[in-house]
């Protein structure tokens, strides 16, 4: 699937903007805080139906606008695809394909693959497990529909035991009520584990490989699935934690635990790892999650790098510039402070390409 023009009005401190794209490579140049995250952003949007920094929606409408409109229109050579969303404060957004309304935003996820690589990730290495998770399961439920709903419903359990256990009625001493949620929790959470399993398996030699790529083979990285599921006694562990839970007032045994760890031989990267061999790692698994969902059968996903050479050595940013310019990948939009970067992989490439300047929310093709 590959973007051939997109509409906006009123997002973020892009006033209005219709563009046309390349079906290769689309780069985006201008200062600091000029609007090229907030372009990306747009096109994030479209694919997941929220904003890659989890902003609220009345945050995404520009300052004194009224509503914001996005409008991508998409092909993959066979078919075209009409995304619309429009967004209102405190109404509820609308999201549209080909002009007709989903019932769920869950719907959406998976129809135009999208990967994004952006300085934000840096909270996948040094944040907390939760954003770990969010990166696995997002990857997934963007080629396995059964997954995200079983997620869904799985977090929807988890609520309803959260809230349960912090009540103080007659409910929350009832046993028989526990046990269902228990047992509905250990059903999907199961499903989780093995599928999330599944992934890791087929997902790490591709993150070494590619990190391997950048680093020209002179260190050895690993991705380590930690979680309680690894030992299969977690039917007994949740009924022994139950009690537990009821001081605390929340759950602590499921695959809402789970985490998912970076390591250089036995040290985790983000304790021991430079500023570089972070990102590094970062990129390699974004450029991985693009090759595995192409290899998953998916429409080859729209690939958005933002500001991705600051920190790196020369060494690695050559590698990454000959990976961005090789065939491997379909549309390409990257975005810099220079052209530096830029005219080095336009100069390798023979592929077709637009360059963009970005100012004060104005985006002009040069």
């Given at each position: ?19 046309i794209f390349s ?293 690695r940013v050559e ?35 637009k360059l963009f ?10």
């Amino acid at each position: 699937m590959i973007i051939n023009r997109i509409s906006i009005l009123n997002f973020k401190n892009i006033e209005e903007a219709d563009l046309i794209f390349s079906s290769k490579m689309n780069c985006f140049f201008g200062n600091n805080g000029m609007g090229k995250t907030n372009l990306l952003d747009a096109l994030y949007y479209l694919s997941f139906t929220k904003s890659y920094t989890n902003l609220p929606e009345s945050q995404l409408v520009k300052h004194d606008s009224e509503f914001c409109v996005l409008q991508g229109f998409y092909t993959d050579g066979c078919r075209e695809e009409e995304i619309y969303c429009g967004i209102k404060p405190r109404s509820r957004k609308v999201f549209k394909r080909n002009k007709k309304e989903y019932e769920r935003m869950s719907e959406h996820i998976g129809l135009i693959p999208l990967v994004m690589v952006s300085p934000a990730d840096s909270s996948l290495i040094q944040g907390g497990s939760d954003e770990r998770r969010k990166f696995v399961d997002m990857v997934i439920s963007q080629y396995d529909k059964s997954y995200l709903h079983t997620l869904i419903h799985y977090n929807k359990v988890l609520r309803q035991r959260n809230s349960l256990l912090r009540e103080n009625t007659p409910y929350a001493t009832d046993d028989s009520l526990f046990d269902v949620l228990d047992s509905q929790l250990l059903t999907n959470g199961k499903t989780l584990h093995a599928k999330r399993k599944e992934f890791i398996e087929g997902f790490l030699p591709v993150f070494k490989e590619y990190y391997s790529q950048i680093c020209i083979g002179s260190e050895n990285v690993d991705m380590q699935y930690e979680s309680q599921f690894n030992d299969n006694n977690t039917e007994t562990l949740i009924a022994s934690n139950r009690e537990r839970d009821k001081l605390l007032g929340f759950t602590g045994v499921g695959v809402h635990k789970d985490d998912f760890l970076f390591m250089f031989d036995k040290f985790l990267i983000r304790k021991i790892g430079s500023q570089g061999q972070n990102k590094t790692c970062l990129i390699a698994m974004k450029l991985a999650q693009f090759d595995y969902l192409s290899k998953k059968g998916t429409s080859p996903p729209l690939l958005l790098l933002d500001d991705i050479f600051d920190k790196l050595d020369a060494v690695r940013v050559e590698q990454i510039v000959k990976l961005a310019a090789s065939k491997r990948f379909g549309q390409i939009f990257i975005t810099d402070t220079n052209r530096k970067y830029m005219d080095e992989i336009l100069a390798g490439m023979n592929h077709d390409y637009k360059l963009f300047r970005v100012e004060n929310g104005k985006i002009g093709e040069l």
